[in-house]
């Protein structure tokens, strides 16, 4: 379908929004009436600016307050929207979304909504124009979508539609069912965010909280499945006002959302082939060599080395960690997963846009399929062929069984890209959402998760303000983390990050937990389905890891007790 985005939902002046939506390929904009008037361009130089970067001007918004009114009040609106057709033959736009009222003066009447809106059909019918109704969520009278077409219908003019608004429609809870019921070819035209559940005023999400679809927690696909039912044939077009995308790099921002259309394209098609992961084939370091001696002590050894690349292996049972000496500081560089099909997950995540990396090799070497993730991160796709390489000496038995999860950071602006990426390409999905406070401000933490959690990725971003991003961190999986916590305590003391003791009296007030877990600094949590004991290493340049016992089917990530980590973390500079 044709792929469309209102300017609102990108940052810049009217010509930045215009290449940069140019750039991600859309096939056309909703010009959105402020970006137009603080604009320098005349009409006409914006319809040719347009026309140049090959983008039709699809749609003109938003006429507000038309509908529904006194006399007197009408004849104002009508003058008003005279202004407006004229403005629209010299931008070259025939379709103008008019907005359900939401003046307190508006009437409860719907036949004098109807041949008020008829009225205005014919004024812009004679300029060969359209009009679209859309119901707001917060419209006076009229904020139910089959209010509007009730009213459309009842005007009963071929200039008079209905536009459709996902976030209008699902943040209200309506059923996007009926929609069904509205012949294809009077939805005029079908605009699409995606939205975070949140419990506020309905006007305040939508202006501040949208986002594309994807990103949010609406069934976009389920309702575009209903329009398309309809026969409707115009475009999917983005509208969405988001705080952080109007202050983000709108090239950026246009690119990602095309890319939430094209995974919502594939979703409906049911050509979505996301790259699911069998687990994780191993996490990459930079390092200096300062990993080594804490791998060592953690119960690792290494066990081959890259032929042609300063690439270590190290491994304890199932986990495999490979140090590259780059010589940056410590932090964590790519992540390997396990692959049924490495070439076609990485034309998957190509479809998606995301930038698949050149890989320099020597003929002998295994190729590996590489993308780079929102925040930089690569992204291999490994078969079992990678391994060869590094000619591994054979197993390290241990308690440490493999890798449970990587937390990855992220500045606040990539948040949402980061989402939609790991869900679209990896087709994790996403579990608890959460705000961790630390002594200086809050720590916003996403966890995604593959089938049966064979490979999960927790998303972080620093507070607004931070002056560094938050520490990224390994979490290896162990069945007996009291075991290396006691060894280490005994062989490495400044290894494991020290525990207040208010921590545990607080815990011991809550669960009867064994007090060798103080002597130890082991942290606990438990859910309804089981129990999770961990410790967490001191951070090394930006990289600490964590060892972590799953017992039962605990699924979280001892949230509650990341908190007393970044206040230790804080307290220590690192
Ligand atoms: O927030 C608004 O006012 C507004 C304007 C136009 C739209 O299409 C919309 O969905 C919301
Ligand atoms: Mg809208």
Redesign the pocket.
């Known amino acids: 379908m044709r792929k469309s985005i209102?300017t609102v939902s990108v940052s810049g002046t009217l010509a930045e929004k215009l290449e940069a939506i140019a750039a991600a390929g859309f096939d056309g904009v909703e010009i959105f009436e402020n970006d137009l008037l603080a604009c320098p361009l005349s009409p006409e130089e914006a319809r040719a600016r347009a026309a140049d970067l090959g983008l039709g001007i699809d749609l003109y918004?938003?006429f507000?307050d038309f509908e529904a009114v006194p006399a007197e009040v009408l004849a104002r609106n009508l003058r008003r929207a005279e202004h407006k057709f004229r403005l629209m033959e010299r931008l070259g736009a025939d379709l103008l979304?008019v907005?359900s009222n939401v003046s307190p003066a508006a009437i409860d009447d719907d036949e004098l909504a109807a041949e008020q809106l008829r009225l205005l059909a014919e004024r812009a019918a004679e300029h060969g124009i359209r009009i679209a109704y859309?119901a707001?969520a917060w419209g006076r009278h009229v904020n139910e979508y089959l209010h509007a077409w009730r009213i459309a219908r009842l005007a009963d003019h071929p200039n008079l539609g209905v536009?459709l608004?996902s976030?209008?429609i699902l943040s209200r809870g309506s059923d996007p069912i009926g929609i069904e019921a509205i012949p294809g070819e009077k939805i005029f035209f079908l605009?699409l965010?995606d939205a975070p559940l949140l419990a506020m005023d309905v006007?305040q999400w939508?202006?501040h909280y949208r986002c594309f679809p994807g990103q949010g927690n609406f069934d976009l696909a389920g309702l575009v499945a209903s329009v398309r039912r309809t026969g409707y044939a115009g475009p999917l077009s983005l509208?969405v006002?988001n705080d952080v995308f109007r202050q983000a790099s709108a090239e950026r921002t246009a690119l990602d959302g095309m890319r939430s259309l094209i995974a919502l394209e594939q979703e409906l098609d049911g050509t979505a082939q996301p790259a699911v992961p069998a687990g994780f084939a191993f996490a990459e370091l930079a390092d200096t060599g300062a990993l080594g001696g804490v791998l060592s002590a953690l119960g690792f050894a290494r066990t081959g080395r890259h032929p042609t690349k300063p690439v270590e292996l190290w491994e304890q049972g199932g986990a495999r960690l490979l140090l590259n000496a780059t010589g940056a500081d410590p932090a964590l560089v790519a992540i390997g997963l396990d692959s049924p099909d490495p070439a076609g997950a990485a034309k998957h995540a190509e479809s998606l846009l995301s930038p698949v990396l050149p890989r320099e090799r020597a003929p002998e070497e295994a190729r590996l399929e590489a993308v780079a993730a929102p925040d930089g991160t690569e992204i291999f796709f490994c078969d079992d062929a990678w391994l060869t390489d590094f000619a591994p000496s054979g197993p390290v038995p241990g308690p440490v069984t493999g890798i449970d999860h990587v937390a990855l950071t992220q500045p606040r602006h990539h948040f949402d890209e980061a989402e939609l990426f790991y869900r679209s390409v990896l087709g994790l999905r996403p579990q608890e959402s959460l705000e961790l406070p630390d002594p200086y401000g809050l720590l916003r933490s996403k966890a995604m998760s593959g089938p049966g959690g064979a490979v999960r990725v927790v998303v972080n971003i620093a507070q607004v303000g931070a002056d560094h991003l938050p520490w990224q961190h390994v979490a290896l999986a162990c069945d007996d983390v009291v075991a290396v916590a006691r060894r280490l305590r005994r062989e490495q003391p400044g290894l494991l990050l020290p525990i207040p003791g208010n921590y545990y009296d607080d815990l011991e007030a809550r669960h009867e937990v064994d007090p060798e877990l103080r002597d130890l600094g082991v942290l606990y949590d438990r859910d309804e389905h089981g129990e999770f004991l961990h410790v967490y290493t001191v951070t090394v340049g930006r990289v600490f890891f964590e060892i972590v016992q799953r017992i039962g089917g605990y699924e979280g990530y001892g949230a509650g007790n990341a908190p007393v980590r970044l206040a230790v973390q804080h307290a220590r500079g690192h």
């Open positions: 209102a918004q938003p507000r979304l907005c859309e707001l536009c608004d976030f209008h605009q965010a006007l939508s202006r509208e006002f």
